[in-house]
């Protein structure tokens, strides 16, 4: 992910709705890329994740989508729900050896 | 899954004394271990990354000497903050890999909330 800011960005959704949450990562030799949840007061949780070779993956309720070119990533929650409500934060990393660089985070906030 | 812990969850201390987060993997070999600080409202950041039985390797930026990492065993390793002062005040979260594992297969502990009044 980018280098961290020192605000957290904010969406806000209804319950039910869909959520798009976006990512923007700065290395390009970057090859595997994980959505973590993290809600207040506890670690970071892993949702989803998907390798360079890919462009989309699909899991229970989540899709991430990858963007190399522009290096972009996207995770879409369906059918959100309060206990979605949290912050989400992108990964990567250029290889399965080497340590993960977190982006800077999104707010989930949904209300009933 | 595999779960890792940290304790304690919540520490308050007086400005220069030590302090000392254990992080554990519950229900696996962890061969290694990250140490991440995470400031409100910020993303985490990593501190250091553990190997058991070897020395802690240091992001660029962290003290070292202040930061003091022990990996002793495969299901545990320390993180102690010496002589700890105010700005060290923070959310510090472990994780803890299997052996073989990639560093995507990261397991991450509840972290811990220092508050160095």
């Known amino acids: 992910g980018e280098s961290v800011g020192l605000h957290l960005p904010t969406l806000s959704v209804q319950e039910g709705d869909n959520s798009i949450i976006n990512c923007a990562y700065s290395?390009?030799?970057?090859?595997?890329f994980i959505w973590y949840k993290q809600e207040s007061g506890k670690g970071p949780q892993f949702i989803i994740d998907?390798?360079?070779?890919?462009d989309k993956r699909q899991g229970q309720r989540v899709t991430v989508l990858l963007n190399k070119t522009v290096k972009h990533l996207s995770l879409q929650i369906a059918a959100t729900q309060p206990g979605d409500s949290a912050v989400y934060f992108c990964?990567?990393?250029?290889?399965?050896?080497?340590?993960?660089?977190f982006g800077k985070g999104t707010m989930l906030l949904v209300s009933p | 899954g595999a779960v890792v812990s940290q304790h304690p969850s919540r520490v308050i201390c007086k400005s220069g004394t030590s302090v000392k987060i254990e992080c554990r993997s519950l229900?696996?070999?962890?061969?290694?271990m990250f140490w991440y600080r995470q400031f409100p409202k910020q993303s985490l950041m990593l501190m250091a990354t553990?190997?058991?039985?070897?020395?802690?390797?240091?992001e660029q930026g962290v003290e070292k000497d202040k930061f003091l990492i022990n990996h002793a065993s495969l299901t545990l390793s320390t993180l102690t903050v010496t002589s700890a002062h105010p700005e060290d005040s923070s959310f510090y979260i472990c994780?803890?890999?299997?052996?073989?594992?990639?560093?995507?297969?990261?397991?991450f502990g509840p972290g811990t909330r220092l508050t160095v009044l």
């Open positions: 990964a990567d990393t250029p290889s399965g050896y080497s340590t993960l660089t």
């Open positions: 229900d696996f070999q962890a061969t290694t």
């Open positions: 994780s803890a890999l299997s052996r073989g594992s990639s560093y995507n297969e990261q397991f």
């Open positions: 998907i390798r360079s070779n890919m």
């Open positions: 553990s190997n058991e039985g070897s020395k802690a390797t240091y």
């Open positions: 290395n390009s030799a970057s090859d595997y």
